[in-house]
């Protein structure tokens, strides 16, 4: 019996050292997915744009049918407009993040969505090509690096690195 309570208090002792690790390990692989989850979308709309030789949309959805305006982009959708005419045609992928990690993006992101012509690039609203961020975020200080950025360069160069929000998640700047 002896042994049985020594045994218990020795597992209670290294699970009570090896919790708040497991913590930040569990909660850095939800931010890398959450971002990995939305590279691939991004590459995906860039690569059928060129494929289909038409306009292909990455935005912000509700209802994982149509585009929204404003808000989280807690959930989205990959959308694709074969005949040209500004309609949903086909929704080639939906995507999300569960809470509480949390996607936003910077100012140059217009009307919550990134279109990427057949060209394979991606333009800002005034025509140039886009330059914008997209963070995928966690509000807590474990780990540390609590965001993940997603910098979109030159309408289609797509890359991420890690961020420290201060366990705070504010949306990004644009880039420079």
Known sequence: MLELIVTVAIISIIAAIAYPSMTELVNANRLAGGANEMV?????????????????????????????????????????????????????????????????????????????????????SDGSLLKANIAVCMPTAKPALNERWITIATGSRVSSRPENGAGQCDAPDNPN
Not at 50 to 75: E, F, H, K, P, Q
Not at 99 to 114: E, F, N, R, W, Y
Request: aromatic letters at 4%; charged letters at 20%.
């Open 40 to 124: 691939a979308s991004l590459q995906l709309a860039r690569m059928e744009a060129v494929r289909l030789n038409t306009t292909v949309t990455v935005c912000r959805s509700t209802d994982g049918a149509t585009c929204s305006v404003g808000g989280t982009w807690n959930s989205w959708i990959i959308i694709a407009d074969a005949d040209r005419d500004g309609a949903v045609d086909d929704v080639l992928r939906t995507s999300s993040v569960n809470a509480p990690l949390q996607v936003m993006t910077s100012a140059a992101i217009v009307g919550s969505k990134v279109a990427f012509k057949s060209d394979g690039m991606a333009r800002a």
